[in-house]
């Protein structure tokens, strides 16, 4: 899409546009929030909780935990990356490099979790948030790598 000003047409990039919105911060403080959240809990009340797990839901619980710490923190650095485009004026170019280089790749989904309703409740919350935060953030990719919208 372009946009005239002063009789020139100027292309909009709607993935760049979408990082100067309060949608993206609000995206953002989600993520980073979440990514506090997890580790509190895993830390804290999620080790106990752990410790009373039997296999294999023990071995699951650990897979799972090392999965969603990865998962968070690829998000997370990747909306810092974000972030730059706004804060120290990244070119999407180099945004997309950071992007390429940091391997963000989709994630899969709660239901390609064996167990997964068996998990501690408050566990299962986190992964969920984290798959949701995954989507939001692969929207804001694919609007900066086609110039496509996103909701």
């Not at 650095?77 to 390429?100: C, E, M, P």
Request: charged share 25%.
């Amino acid at each position: 899409m372009s946009l005239v000003v002063n009789n020139k047409s100027v292309a909009i990039n709607f993935g760049q546009h979408f990082v100067y919105s309060a949608k993206f911060d609000s995206i953002f403080e989600k993520g980073m929030s979440l990514v506090d959240k997890t580790a509190q809990y895993l830390d804290g009340k999620g080790r106990k909780q752990a410790k009373s797990l039997k296999s294999p839901l023990s071995v699951i619980y650990i897979t799972e935990s090392m999965r969603l710490t990865s998962r968070l923190l690829s998000l997370s650095s990747w909306l810092l990356s974000l972030r730059k485009l706004r804060t120290d004026g990244v070119s999407i170019r180099n945004a997309i490099q950071i992007r390429d280089d940091l391997k963000l790749k989709r994630f899969g989904h709660v239901s390609h979790i064996k167990h997964f309703d068996k998990l501690p409740q408050e566990f299962q919350e986190l992964i969920i948030d984290s798959y949701k935060l995954s989507q939001q953030v692969n929207c804001i990719d694919r609007a900066l790598r086609t110039n496509s919208y996103c909701e």
